[in-house]
């Protein structure tokens, strides 16, 4: 019967074309398996190839086998119907008493184990390097760049894309796959859009994702934040802000501030435009289950589909995309000793550097090392000559700075992605606290002074609160 198999097969170039393909991508797969048990990772591409192409060229070449005897079968009935000559083989009779039928028998079967195992391992492999953040950041190349690079950068660059933005539980796996594979031929064909839209009105439910990690009753209570920046003058001079943010959260049966939205029992929920930028009428629900209507004083011009539930994410939009401007990356930068502070003027020129337009991040580079470069030149000329080492730690850090933020090529320059977790960079936390959204009886959502920090020093030289926090 073996026999009569492959005469079919070998006179039947459909089955025959299967046979070669499903060999021959059994032999990549498995090499480039064997590859990656080793240790050798070739990086996405690799894996794609290895987990995704291989096997479907793998599983056609299979199917191709039956097609092709499927067809010529097909052929000589239909011959037989014209009236031409009869089929001139009969479907075989397996007979299990004869020795060759039950050797071809056990060795298909055993083939049909071996095609199973390879198959179930090439979908978990796909599995498993979809999920990776290899996979995610750097398969699509130049789009993730940014968001591979921000997140890189975030208190959670140890945390898989996928625990964010898929979570666990088959819907949500499914779902994203769904869109995941239209984002593919999105990239493929380059339908996607320039900057890639936030926020993303798909996103899992942000209390599913975050809470596997963080524990939403916590009481954080008061946290004490100090914001360092340096002044636009020839000395850089530093100031300091201390707030000391009333974080809150439940403690005993009570909760309240800043983390009082999404404590048990409060559902806080909007309608807005499509941005979640200008926020329309919010909705509260107390734990009593008493109900609050805030009205907004204008009516939004484009209001979005739906209302939404606020949860983590419309404060902490930004938790691992986090674009900064040019003045506190600066900041950031003076302060830990990658700019040199002693420089005259570098806060103001190294932002004013980074500030400009620039077509793609190549020329961007190259002007921003002229810049500062060309202006300790021209008004500095000692400073060139004496701190030469430290201007051009300098350029290497604007450039840097500037690399880690804007993509001209995705059309991201500064503030393309605001964070909404305060209201001085964006409104923020003031879309919804205005004093102008209001309920009936004229309950506003208020923007007092104290109700989310206490201002402990507002841009001091020396706060003094800070010298006693450091007393022994
Ligand atoms: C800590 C959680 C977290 C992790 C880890 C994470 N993301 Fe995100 N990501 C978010 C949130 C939250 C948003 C949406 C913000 C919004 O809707 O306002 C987002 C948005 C995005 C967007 C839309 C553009 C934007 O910036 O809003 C892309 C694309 C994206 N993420 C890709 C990735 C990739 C690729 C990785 C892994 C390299 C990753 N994310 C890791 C939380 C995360
Ligand atoms: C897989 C676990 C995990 C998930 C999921 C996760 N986080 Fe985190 N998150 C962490 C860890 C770990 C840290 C502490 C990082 C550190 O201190 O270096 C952290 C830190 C933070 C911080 C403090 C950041 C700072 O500047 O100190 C915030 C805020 C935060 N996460 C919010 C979120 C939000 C919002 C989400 C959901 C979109 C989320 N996290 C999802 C593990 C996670
Ligand atoms: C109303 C806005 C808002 C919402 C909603 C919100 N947060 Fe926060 N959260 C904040 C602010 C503001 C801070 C303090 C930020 C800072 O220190 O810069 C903070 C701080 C944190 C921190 C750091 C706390 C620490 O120990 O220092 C974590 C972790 C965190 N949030 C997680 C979450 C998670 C998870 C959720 C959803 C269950 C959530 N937040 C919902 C505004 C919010
Ligand atoms: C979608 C609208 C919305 C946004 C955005 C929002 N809040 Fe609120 N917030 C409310 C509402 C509604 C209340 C209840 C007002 C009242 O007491 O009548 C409230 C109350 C508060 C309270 C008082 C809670 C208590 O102890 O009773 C604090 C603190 C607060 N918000 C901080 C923040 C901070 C910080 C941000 C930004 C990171 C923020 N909120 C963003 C809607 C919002
Ligand atoms: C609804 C809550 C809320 C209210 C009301 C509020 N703030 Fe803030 N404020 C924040 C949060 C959150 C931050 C940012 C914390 C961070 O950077 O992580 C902040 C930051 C600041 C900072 C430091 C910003 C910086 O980068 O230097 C100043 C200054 C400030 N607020 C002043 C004020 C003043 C003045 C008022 C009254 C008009 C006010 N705030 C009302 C929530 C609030």
Not at 124 to 129: A, D, F, H, T
Request: glycine share 6%.
């Amino acid at each position: 019967m073996m026999k009569n198999i492959f005469a079919k097969v070998s006179r039947n170039p459909v089955s025959l074309a299967g046979v070669v393909i499903t060999t021959i991508s059994a032999i990549i797969f498995l090499t480039l398996f064997a590859i990656d048990l080793v240790g050798f990772s070739g990086g996405p591409y690799v894996g794609i190839m290895a987990f995704f192409v291989v096997p479907a060229f793998f599983v056609a070449g299979l199917l191709l086998i039956p097609f092709g005897l499927w067809r010529a079968r097909r052929k000589a009935r239909l011959a037989v119907e014209a009236g031409e000559e009869p089929p001139s083989e009969e479907f075989p009779i397996i007979d299990l008493n004869m020795v060759r039928v039950r050797k071809t028998v056990l060795i298909i079967a055993a083939l049909t184990v071996v095609n199973a195992v390879i198959i179930a391992t090439a979908t978990y492999k796909g599995v498993e390097v979809m999920g990776s953040t290899q996979f995610c950041g750097t398969a699509c190349h130049s789009v993730m760049a940014p968001e591979f690079t921000t997140y890189q950068r975030s208190p959670h660059s140890r945390v898989k894309c996928v625990e964010c933005h898929i979570g666990s539980g088959a819907s949500w796996f499914v779902k994203s796959k769904l869109s995941g594979s239209w984002q593919l031929v999105s990239v493929l064909f380059k339908l996607y859009e320039r900057p890639i839209p936030t926020p993303v009105h798909n996103l899992r439910p942000a209390r599913d994702t975050c809470e596997q990690c963080h524990w939403p009753t916590k009481f954080v209570g008061d946290r004490l934040k100090v914001i360092t920046k340096f002044d636009e003058d020839e000395a850089n001079s530093e100031k300091k802000t201390a707030l000391l943010l009333h974080v809150g959260g439940t403690q005993g049966s009570t909760s309240r501030g800043i983390h009082w939205h999404v404590d048990r029992g409060v559902h806080v929920t909007y309608v807005s435009d499509d941005k979640r930028e200008n926020i329309g009428d919010v909705d509260l629900t107390l734990p009593d289950g008493s109900h609050r209507i805030y009205k907004a004083s204008t009516a939004l011009a484009k209001p979005a589909k739906g209302v939404r539930n606020m949860d983590c994410v419309d404060c902490h939009n930004r938790p691992s995309h986090i674009y900064r401007l040019p003045e506190g990356e600066v900041d950031a930068a003076m302060q830990d000793g990658r700019i040199d502070r002693s420089l005259p003027f570098i806060h103001r020129e190294a932002v004013k550097a980074l500030k400009g337009s620039y077509a793609t991040r190549e020329e961007a580079s190259e002007k921003i090392r002229q810049a500062l470069q060309g202006f300790y030149t021209a008004s500095y000329p000692d400073v060139a000559k004496a701190k030469s080492q430290a201007i051009d730690a300098a350029v290497v850090s604007a450039q840097g700075i500037y690399n880690s933020n804007v993509w001209p090529s995705m059309k991201i320059a500064w503030g393309a992605y605001p964070s909404f977790l305060g209201h001085t960079a964006a409104t923020g936390c003031f879309r919804c606290h205005d004093d102008e959204h209001k309920t009936a009886d004229g309950r506003k959502i208020s923007q007092d002074c104290t109700l989310c920090h206490s201002l402990l020093a507002q841009d001091e030289a020396d706060p003094k609160i800070l010298k006693d926090l450091a007393q022994p």
